[in-house]
């Protein structure tokens, strides 16, 4: 589902945020994405769904050698991939229904089946009564689990999560991790999770990657790292 072959990434100012990066991600997986900040978190994420190029190296998304896609397609291969960050990055205006229903309108989705998925989706993220509220009348946790679901209701094959517990308190942190399982488990979607949050980490135990200065320092599904 993802693979990066041997990935550096230098920016324009010469800083190496990643360096010769290699790591398979299989369909379905659940994977926590740490490490200290300046590690190259953000940035492993950003290649991901092509808002970075890589200076080297391959990263493939679904199939896709990402760096080879042409920039009017990039908008047609972010389908595949839902995005989701630590501050919820809602539309004010708009209700949750209309933030959740937008996904689908810009890709002409008929109006009844926007209707059927975007209820369906309110509900496996549990915010199924509160379709007709605006973001600023919701709790942090509930603004984040409209963003899930607006980042999911067109079924990407991968979500990614950058921080998505970052703003919220432990109980609601607890709660945002469980809709992100749920997804997971329910949907089969391939989720990836960056956090600081080490205890989320330790409470849902799933595959964890360590990042340290653009290297993937240690890597639980390799074995022999305990958290
Ligand atoms: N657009 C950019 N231009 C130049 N340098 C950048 C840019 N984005 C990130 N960097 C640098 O690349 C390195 C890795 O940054 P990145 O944001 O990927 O780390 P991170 O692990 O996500 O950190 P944090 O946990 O603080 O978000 C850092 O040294 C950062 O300053």
Known sequence: MIKLTNVTKIYKTGVRALNDVNLTIEPGE???????????????????????????????????????????????FRRNIGVVFQNFRLLPKKTVFENVAYALEVIDTPRAEIRRRVRATLELVGLEDKVNAFPHELSGGQQQRVAIARAIVNRPKVLIAD????????????????????????????????????KIVQEHKRRTILMEDGCINADTSLGGYDL
């Open 30 to 76: 659940f994977v926590y994405v740490i490490g200290t900040t300046g590690a190259g978190k953000s940035t492993f994420i950003k290649l991901l769904y092509r808002e970075e190029k890589a200076t080297s190296g391959k990263v493939e998304v679904v199939g896709q050698d990402v760096s080879k896609i042409r920039n009017s397609k990039v908008p047609y």
């Open 163 to 198: 921080e998505p517990t970052g703003n919220l308190d432990p109980e609601t942190s607890k709660e945002i991790i469980n809709v992100l399982l749920r997804i997971n488990e329910e949907q089969g979607t391939t989720v990836l999770v960056v956090t600081h949050d080490q």
